[in-house]
């Protein structure tokens, strides 16, 4: 099962796809564990996918896994994300932006560009974290 690179996961453990992983997935990290439940929602043949913050806690490996999984689904289907992380919804053909609950935005990720105005804001301050380093300071 390539969905979500959980092929790779399965190849790890004992026992292949047979191998007991306990209880809730406890012999799995979490972000196996989440790539895990990707995989069995794109499997099913719901006509509409709705993922809520799919990767917001999850290292890049398994972020980008789960992206592109949902990305390269492969059913023909609605698939409705809710995200704060950008990178989850780079692909996406429309977005729509919501403040304090009201949608402030709406459009492709160009249109939304174009307009320079609270999605372009927030899609700079996320931007900007990635360049963040940590580095030791000397007393």
Known sequence: MALARVDEIIER???A????????GTALSGGERQRVS???ALIKPAPVLLIDEATSALDTENETAITDAIGNDPRLRTRVMIAH???AIRNADHVLFIDDGRIVEQGSITELSA????????WHQ?????????TATTN
């Open 115 to 122: 307009l320079q105005g609270r999605f372009t804001e927030f």
């Open 13 to 15: 453990l004992p026992d």
């Open 85 to 87: 992380r950008l990178n």
């Open 126 to 134: 996320q931007e900007s974290t990635t360049r963040w380093r940590i």
């Open 17 to 24: 796809e047979q191998s007991r992983v306990g209880e809730a």
């Open 38 to 40: 990707i995989a069995r």
